[in-house]
């Protein structure tokens, strides 16, 4: 089954009435001597000192060992406490450390009326390989562990939550094949909720979350954590609801891993408002579960546990606000009938202008313009990396438009080495548009074997950050320049129903990858659709370009390149309706 073909049945999954809760990260790998020989997951104790190497605080217990009944009854009655309704327990392999503990939590918990789930944490293997072991590792948990009276469930279905390296490593196209395998072979259903506020995970799984968000946490003061939280909320709870998906918001209490990292990141904790502020914008956000992160990871000093620093107060802080998020049953976040919101008028506009065209899309996609098309109702053709190398399959006269919307990888090589890069050039010199809607930053970066081979400006994209004056403030950056205010202008006799002005993103991946016509010679037609300036009118470039290249390589080839973030700086519906107008307008 393809990619498509999987998430329309998987639209069909809707979780509208599901029922609040508070959930925490939890880790089953810590041990001690007197159970198990050794230190397990702690260096270094120093019970007179109060001190543990590669810890950041200090438990209020002590060294403690993840397999003892008196400790995991101690962790099951204190969450309970505070409003806590389960775990999410670190889970690394079937036989493994912490799967032999959690047995004993799941034991627990079922005693105590309190639920636990695992959270996935690794996906070895490439190819066939790994999902044969994704598919088995799946199969292990369900099998052993999703009828017990203690583990997690949704609607009676097992919930298992996957964290951002399986994500990472399990291409997107890899998990139709996992999970309808899975399915048959366990013959019931089970919910996934993946790492990632993406709009490609929350059409192939059940629900979204994040595990950590120290990175934007850390550095801000309460008032500036509280805006850019509301926002951050908000928008990953409106992508969940859209697609009638379980919708979790993380918080944290603060985060220092600096004693296990170098550098490491150290989010403050300041004596609780960090805390305070990220449970206050996550129940206004009005999720379904909201997130801990996390019980007792005590490496990342995050941990909500009792310690000889902060005593109890964080259990006291998440019994208060727990009750005030569990005051109302559900969430109350609106639950669209169709995840397009363009108007059915557009709509009909768009597929009579389409029609008789099919529009190509290059493997492992995870940006949300494919599944707007295919709600839209497009003639979509989903390729594989072969059949990229066969003439008879890509070419203008089949696809007129073909679109990377992938990350930064794509597959260089399949048969011959870069036969991949010579297939696509030649479909752009016989006439064919490549759009790049990358889902990261810079498209075509990095090759099959994970080598930053920046293959954009080969295929036509003129995107900077080399090759430019040392003084251009055309560059590539991580974060923008401080104390400048940014603005895109929007062409929008072009780009019609679009407004002229729209601000640079403040919150979010801001990393910047622009578009500039210096990059290009004279000859070639260039389209700045969307062009970045500072108040003194300095150019940073085109968020938004279309170029046909009369002289450079590929010569008589299109390009369309759409910067990561626009789809979310611009109404998305009107944004890709524009655009797409456009194209067969020109």
């Not at 009944?69 to 392999?93: M, N, Q, R």
């Not at 622009?514 to 990059?519: H, K, N, R, W, Y």
């Amino acid at each position: 089954m393809g990619t498509l073909d999987f998430i329309r049945q998987q639209g069909q999954r809707r979780w509208t009435q599901v029922p609040r809760k508070v959930l925490s990260f939890y880790y089953t790998w810590y041990g001690t001597p007197e159970l198990h020989g050794n230190w397990v997951h702690w260096d270094r104790v120093n019970p007179e000192k109060h001190d543990i190497a590669n810890s950041t605080h200090y438990p209020e217990k002590g060294a403690y060992d993840s397999h003892a009944p008196e400790i995991i009854d101690y962790h099951i009655d204190l969450a309970k406490s505070c409003g806590v309704d389960g775990f999410i327990c670190t889970w690394w392999g079937q036989g493994h450390f912490d799967d032999r503990a959690f047995v004993k939590v799941l034991d627990h918990a079922a005693r105590k009326g309190f639920e636990v789930t695992i959270y996935w944490e690794t996906a070895p293997g490439e190819g066939k390989e790994q999902i044969e072991q994704a598919v088995d590792d799946l199969l292990y948990v369900l099998d052993r562990y999703a009828s017990h009276p203690g583990f997690l469930k949704v609607d009676d279905k097992p919930v298992l939550f996957v964290y951002g390296r399986v994500m990472g490593q399990i291409p997107m196209n890899a998990w139709p094949e996992i999970i309808t395998r899975t399915r048959e072979q366990y013959g019931g259903d089970f919910l996934l909720i993946a790492d990632g506020y993406q709009e490609g995970y929350t059409r192939l799984f059940d629900g979204i979350h994040t595990y950590n968000i120290c990175g934007w946490v850390q550095g801000k003061q309460p008032d500036e954590l509280a805006t850019l939280s509301q926002d951050s909320f908000q928008s990953a709870v409106t992508m969940a609801k859209n697609h009638a998906k379980i919708s979790c918001i993380t918080i944290i209490p603060g985060y220092d891993d600096t004693k296990i990292r170098t550098p490491g990141i150290h989010a403050e904790r300041l004596e609780g408002e960090t805390y305070r502020v990220l449970w206050e914008q996550a129940i206004a956000a009005d999720p379904d579960w909201i997130l801990i992160t996390s019980w007792n990871e005590w490496h990342e000093g995050s941990e909500i546990e009792p310690s000889l620093e902060y005593g109890d107060q964080y259990i006291q802080m998440t019994g208060q606000y727990a009750r005030i998020f569990k005051q109302n049953e559900y969430s109350q976040a609106k639950i669209p009938e169709s995840p397009v919101g363009l108007s059915v008028e557009k709509t009909q506009e768009l597929r009579e202008m389409y029609r008789g065209k099919t529009i190509g899309i290059l493997p492992d996609f995870s940006s949300s313009v494919v599944f707007w098309l295919a709600d839209v109702g497009m003639d979509l053709k989903e390729l594989t990396w072969q059949q990229v190398l066969d003439p008879d399959v890509l070419n203008p006269q089949h696809l007129p438009i073909v679109i990377y919307a992938g990350h930064e990888e794509y597959i260089q090589t399949v048969n011959q080495t870069e036969d991949v890069d010579e297939a696509l050039l030649r479909y752009q010199r016989q006439g064919g548009l490549l759009m790049a809607f990358a889902s990261g930053p810079f498209p075509l970066y990095y090759n099959e074997k994970n080598e930053p081979v920046i293959s954009a400006r080969k295929f036509g994209f003129p995107i900077g950050g080399t090759g430019l004056p040392a003084d251009s403030h055309i560059q590539n950056w991580e974060t923008p320049p401080v104390g400048v205010k940014l603005t895109f202008q929007i062409d929008n006799r072009l780009l019609q129903g679009l407004p002229e002005t729209v601000a640079f993103p403040t919150t979010g991946d801001l990393r910047w990858r622009p578009s500039t016509d210096a990059l290009l010679p004279e000859g070639d037609v260039y389209l700045p659709l969307a062009r970045l300036v500072d108040e003194q009118g300095n150019i940073y470039g085109d968020g938004i370009a279309y170029i046909h290249h009369q002289v450079s390589e590929p010569t008589n080839g299109g390009n369309l390149y759409v910067w990561m973030r626009m789809p979310d700086v611009l109404n998305q519906d009107e944004l890709f309706y524009a655009l797409f107008a456009l194209l067969l307008r020109s």
